[in-house]
């Protein structure tokens, strides 16, 4: 019970006030929360499920943008183990992780940088974007059940 007290309060220490009740390992699963839900819509757009919207494609693309900058930064070392799917091989591999990370920053940053104002256009920079989601999934995310 002591032992108990005394983890809850080094965690209640250790996290930012605003974020309470999160931690790294929420916190990137809720950016590829995000990721997973504008990749529907922008898929959507794409197969004429729903009609192309410009404003709403180049959101998406900065929302990527922003999502691959954020991501990187919630894998501190002992977020490995718990409740997530993050591959050992991230903190095993940190020189391939960084090349991975570093190019869905950079595919995000042109993509986003392309204004796609046509659906056509706006294919080719989701196509860009995300073949970095399998990419990356192959070689660094275990998936669960
Ligand atoms: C640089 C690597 C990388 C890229 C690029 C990437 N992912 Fe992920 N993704 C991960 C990892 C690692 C996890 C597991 C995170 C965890 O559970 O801690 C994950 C998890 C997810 C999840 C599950 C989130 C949850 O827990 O509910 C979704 C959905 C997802 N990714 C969608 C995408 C989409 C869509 C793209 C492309 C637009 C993408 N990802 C690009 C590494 C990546």
């Not at 091989?89 to 392309?114: E, H, N, R």
Request: net charge positive; hydrophobic share 45%.
């Amino acid at each position: 019970m002591r032992m108990f007290v005394a983890a809850v309060l080094a965690t209640a220490i250790i996290l930012p006030a605003a974020n309470a009740a999160a931690g790294p390992i929420e916190d990137r699963q809720a950016i590829m929360k995000g990721n997973g839900r504008d990749t529907k819509m922008g898929g959507d757009m794409l197969k004429g499920a729903t009609p192309f919207d410009a404003a709403t494609a180049n959101k998406i693309l900065a929302n990527y943008a922003a999502a691959a900058k954020a991501f990187p930064t919630h894998f501190p070392a002992g977020s490995n183990t718990g409740d997530t799917e993050a591959s050992s091989a991230i903190w095993s591999m940190p020189a391939d992780w960084k090349i991975a990370t570093d190019k869905f920053q950079k595919d995000t940053a042109a993509a986003a940088a392309m204004k796609p104002a046509t659906a056509a256009d706006f294919g080719k920079a989701f196509g860009m974007v995300t073949a970095n989601c399998k990419s990356c999934h192959e070689g660094f995310r275990v998936k669960k059940g």
